[in-house]
Protein backbone atom coordinates (compact mmCIF):
# COMPACT_ATOMS: atom_id res chain seq x y z
CA UNK A 1 0.00 0.00 0.00
CA UNK A 2 1.02 3.52 -0.37
CA UNK A 3 0.89 6.13 1.37
CA UNK A 4 -2.11 8.78 1.27
CA UNK A 5 -4.78 6.15 0.07
CA UNK A 6 -8.05 7.37 -0.86
CA UNK A 7 -11.56 5.88 -0.89
CA UNK A 8 -13.52 5.86 -2.23
CA UNK A 9 -11.74 6.01 -5.91
CA UNK A 10 -14.79 7.75 -7.16
CA UNK A 11 -17.69 8.60 -6.25
CA UNK A 12 -21.27 9.92 -8.06
CA UNK A 13 -23.81 11.89 -6.05
CA UNK A 14 -27.04 14.56 -7.02
CA UNK A 15 -26.68 17.72 -6.73
CA UNK A 16 -27.31 18.69 -3.21
CA UNK A 17 -26.36 15.89 -1.51
CA UNK A 18 -23.27 15.41 0.83
CA UNK A 19 -19.79 14.06 -0.71
CA UNK A 20 -17.25 12.32 1.68
CA UNK A 21 -14.17 11.47 0.68
CA UNK A 22 -11.30 9.37 3.16
CA UNK A 23 -7.83 9.30 3.11
CA UNK A 24 -5.06 7.03 5.07
CA UNK A 25 -1.89 7.38 5.74
CA UNK A 26 1.06 5.66 7.25
CA UNK A 27 4.14 7.53 8.56
CA UNK A 28 3.87 10.49 11.12
CA UNK A 29 2.86 13.74 9.91
CA UNK A 30 3.50 17.42 10.40
CA UNK A 31 0.21 18.24 8.22
CA UNK A 32 -2.58 16.69 5.48
CA UNK A 33 -3.83 18.89 2.84
CA UNK A 34 -6.42 18.35 0.57
CA UNK A 35 -6.48 19.42 -2.81
CA UNK A 36 -8.42 19.81 -5.54
CA UNK A 37 -7.93 19.14 -10.11
CA UNK A 38 -10.38 19.84 -12.43
CA UNK A 39 -9.52 17.80 -15.31
CA UNK A 40 -6.05 18.06 -17.34
CA UNK A 41 -5.59 20.62 -15.11
CA UNK A 42 -3.36 21.70 -11.89
CA UNK A 43 -3.90 21.81 -8.50
CA UNK A 44 -5.86 24.18 -6.46
CA UNK A 45 -5.74 24.05 -2.48
CA UNK A 46 -8.57 23.28 -0.34
CA UNK A 47 -7.33 23.19 2.98
CA UNK A 48 -4.82 22.39 5.74
CA UNK A 49 -4.72 20.36 8.64
CA UNK A 50 -2.37 20.73 10.90
CA UNK A 51 -1.55 17.03 12.90
CA UNK A 52 -2.26 18.71 16.38
CA UNK A 53 -5.66 19.51 15.36
CA UNK A 54 -8.71 17.56 15.13
CA UNK A 55 -11.25 19.14 12.72
CA UNK A 56 -11.13 22.14 10.42
CA UNK A 57 -14.15 23.90 8.35
CA UNK A 58 -13.56 26.46 5.13
CA UNK A 59 -17.34 27.29 3.17
CA UNK A 60 -18.75 24.17 2.73
CA UNK A 61 -16.01 21.97 3.37
CA UNK A 62 -15.00 20.03 6.39
CA UNK A 63 -11.82 18.20 6.92
CA UNK A 64 -11.03 15.41 10.21
CA UNK A 65 -7.87 13.94 11.01
CA UNK A 66 -7.32 11.08 13.14
CA UNK A 67 -3.66 10.74 13.73
CA UNK A 68 -4.31 7.77 16.10
CA UNK A 69 -5.74 6.05 13.38
CA UNK A 70 -4.04 7.65 10.53
CA UNK A 71 -6.64 8.96 8.36
CA UNK A 72 -8.67 11.57 7.26
CA UNK A 73 -11.83 12.83 5.90
CA UNK A 74 -13.20 15.58 3.14
CA UNK A 75 -16.44 16.24 3.79
CA UNK A 76 -18.33 18.47 1.38
CA UNK A 77 -21.77 19.36 1.78
CA UNK A 78 -25.09 20.52 -0.23
CA UNK A 79 -22.36 19.52 -3.11
CA UNK A 80 -23.33 21.53 -6.93
CA UNK A 81 -22.16 20.37 -10.19
CA UNK A 82 -19.05 22.38 -10.16
CA UNK A 83 -17.62 20.49 -7.52
CA UNK A 84 -16.94 17.82 -10.00
CA UNK A 85 -13.41 17.14 -9.75
CA UNK A 86 -10.96 14.75 -8.87
CA UNK A 87 -9.92 15.50 -5.04
CA UNK A 88 -6.51 13.84 -3.19
CA UNK A 89 -4.98 14.18 0.04
CA UNK A 90 -1.75 15.09 0.56
CA UNK A 91 0.67 14.62 3.63
CA UNK A 92 3.68 16.27 4.86
CA UNK A 93 5.68 13.83 6.77
CA UNK A 94 7.47 14.69 9.93
CA UNK A 95 10.67 12.80 8.00
CA UNK A 96 10.05 15.08 4.32
CA UNK A 97 9.91 18.93 5.87
CA UNK A 98 8.33 20.82 2.96
CA UNK A 99 7.56 17.69 0.73
CA UNK A 100 4.10 16.26 -0.08
CA UNK A 101 2.81 12.89 -0.74
CA UNK A 102 -0.07 12.78 -2.32
CA UNK A 103 -2.91 9.89 -2.32
CA UNK A 104 -4.41 8.33 -5.50
CA UNK A 105 -7.36 10.64 -5.68
CA UNK A 106 -11.22 9.90 -5.43
CA UNK A 107 -13.23 11.37 -8.85
CA UNK A 108 -15.70 12.98 -7.55
CA UNK A 109 -18.98 13.72 -10.20
CA UNK A 110 -21.83 15.42 -9.13
CA UNK A 111 -25.15 15.07 -11.00
CA UNK A 112 -27.38 17.71 -11.75
CA UNK B 1 -2.44 35.98 -4.65
CA UNK B 2 -0.37 33.52 -4.81
CA UNK B 3 -0.13 32.31 -8.53
CA UNK B 4 2.04 30.11 -10.29
CA UNK B 5 2.42 29.97 -13.84
CA UNK B 6 3.40 27.51 -16.55
CA UNK B 7 5.17 27.36 -19.90
CA UNK B 8 4.10 25.80 -22.39
CA UNK B 9 0.92 24.27 -21.46
CA UNK B 10 1.35 21.64 -23.96
CA UNK B 11 4.28 20.56 -26.31
CA UNK B 12 4.69 18.22 -28.81
CA UNK B 13 7.94 16.96 -29.95
CA UNK B 14 10.31 14.57 -31.26
CA UNK B 15 11.94 11.80 -29.98
CA UNK B 16 14.98 12.44 -29.13
CA UNK B 17 14.84 16.24 -29.13
CA UNK B 18 14.81 18.38 -25.59
CA UNK B 19 12.04 20.10 -24.49
CA UNK B 20 12.27 22.71 -21.52
CA UNK B 21 9.08 23.84 -19.17
CA UNK B 22 9.30 27.27 -17.20
CA UNK B 23 7.41 27.63 -13.78
CA UNK B 24 6.82 30.94 -12.05
CA UNK B 25 5.80 32.02 -9.37
CA UNK B 26 3.91 35.46 -10.41
CA UNK B 27 2.73 37.67 -7.11
CA UNK B 28 5.64 36.07 -4.90
CA UNK B 29 9.47 34.51 -4.15
CA UNK B 30 9.84 31.05 -3.93
CA UNK B 31 13.25 29.69 -2.88
CA UNK B 32 11.65 26.03 -3.14
CA UNK B 33 9.48 24.84 -5.91
CA UNK B 34 8.69 21.15 -6.70
CA UNK B 35 8.23 18.58 -9.91
CA UNK B 36 5.91 16.25 -9.97
CA UNK B 37 4.60 13.72 -12.63
CA UNK B 38 1.26 12.91 -13.35
CA UNK B 39 0.04 9.75 -15.32
CA UNK B 40 -3.86 10.11 -17.06
CA UNK B 41 -6.04 9.24 -13.83
CA UNK B 42 -3.38 8.60 -11.28
CA UNK B 43 -1.85 10.56 -8.50
CA UNK B 44 0.88 13.12 -8.86
CA UNK B 45 4.47 11.93 -8.14
CA UNK B 46 6.77 14.44 -7.00
CA UNK B 47 10.14 14.27 -9.01
CA UNK B 48 12.39 16.61 -7.33
CA UNK B 49 12.54 19.44 -5.22
CA UNK B 50 14.29 22.94 -6.88
CA UNK B 51 16.26 25.03 -4.47
CA UNK B 52 16.97 28.85 -5.81
CA UNK B 53 20.91 29.19 -5.84
CA UNK B 54 21.28 25.03 -5.48
CA UNK B 55 21.08 22.22 -7.11
CA UNK B 56 17.81 20.11 -7.17
CA UNK B 57 17.41 17.49 -4.74
CA UNK B 58 15.50 14.05 -7.07
CA UNK B 59 13.31 11.51 -5.87
CA UNK B 60 14.62 8.14 -6.10
CA UNK B 61 14.29 6.31 -9.40
CA UNK B 62 14.18 10.02 -10.97
CA UNK B 63 17.51 10.55 -13.67
CA UNK B 64 19.15 13.82 -12.60
CA UNK B 65 20.75 13.72 -15.93
CA UNK B 66 17.54 13.05 -17.73
CA UNK B 67 15.07 15.37 -16.16
CA UNK B 68 17.31 18.94 -15.66
CA UNK B 69 16.15 21.22 -13.45
CA UNK B 70 17.58 25.21 -13.25
CA UNK B 71 16.34 27.36 -10.43
CA UNK B 72 18.13 30.30 -11.38
CA UNK B 73 15.68 32.79 -9.27
CA UNK B 74 13.38 33.13 -6.79
CA UNK B 75 10.57 33.40 -9.59
CA UNK B 76 11.88 30.67 -11.93
CA UNK B 77 12.56 27.50 -11.90
CA UNK B 78 12.86 25.16 -14.85
CA UNK B 79 12.38 21.59 -16.11
CA UNK B 80 14.29 20.64 -19.18
CA UNK B 81 13.20 16.72 -20.50
CA UNK B 82 16.72 15.59 -22.56
CA UNK B 83 16.12 13.41 -24.70
CA UNK B 84 12.77 12.56 -24.75
CA UNK B 85 11.43 9.31 -25.73
CA UNK B 86 7.25 8.05 -25.82
CA UNK B 87 7.32 6.87 -22.01
CA UNK B 88 8.33 10.61 -20.86
CA UNK B 89 5.07 11.88 -22.37
CA UNK B 90 3.15 12.71 -19.68
CA UNK B 91 1.57 15.98 -17.43
CA UNK B 92 4.36 17.70 -15.17
CA UNK B 93 3.30 19.80 -12.79
CA UNK B 94 5.28 22.28 -10.68
CA UNK B 95 4.51 23.91 -7.38
CA UNK B 96 6.01 26.92 -5.45
CA UNK B 97 6.54 27.44 -1.51
CA UNK B 98 6.04 31.14 -1.10
CA UNK B 99 9.20 31.78 1.78
CA UNK B 100 10.42 30.07 4.60
CA UNK B 101 7.78 28.27 7.13
CA UNK B 102 5.46 28.44 4.66
CA UNK B 103 3.09 24.76 4.76
CA UNK B 104 0.80 25.67 1.27
CA UNK B 105 2.54 24.61 -2.50
CA UNK B 106 0.25 26.47 -4.67
CA UNK B 107 0.60 24.60 -8.23
CA UNK B 108 1.08 26.14 -11.73
CA UNK B 109 -1.34 25.09 -14.42
CA UNK B 110 0.91 22.29 -15.58
CA UNK B 111 2.43 21.32 -18.86
CA UNK B 112 1.11 18.44 -21.54
CA UNK B 113 4.03 17.08 -22.80
CA UNK B 114 3.53 14.57 -25.81
CA UNK B 115 6.68 12.91 -27.38
CA UNK B 116 5.93 11.44 -31.22
Known amino acids: SQQGEEDPQALSIQEGENATMNCSYK?????LQWYRQNSGRGLVHLIL?????REKHSGRLRVTLDTSKKSSSLLITASRAADTASYFC????????????FGEGTQLTVNP | GAVVSQHPSRVICKSGTSVKIECRSL??????MFWYRQFPKKSLMLMAT?????????EQGVEKDKFLINHASLTLSTLTVTSAHPEDSSFYIC????????????FGPGTRLLVL
Open chain 2, 95 to 106: SALPGQGSETQY
Open chain 1, 27 to 31: TSINN
Open chain 1, 49 to 53: IRSNE
Open chain 1, 90 to 101: ATAQETSGSRLT
Open chain 2, 27 to 32: DFQATT
Open chain 2, 50 to 58: SNEGSKATY
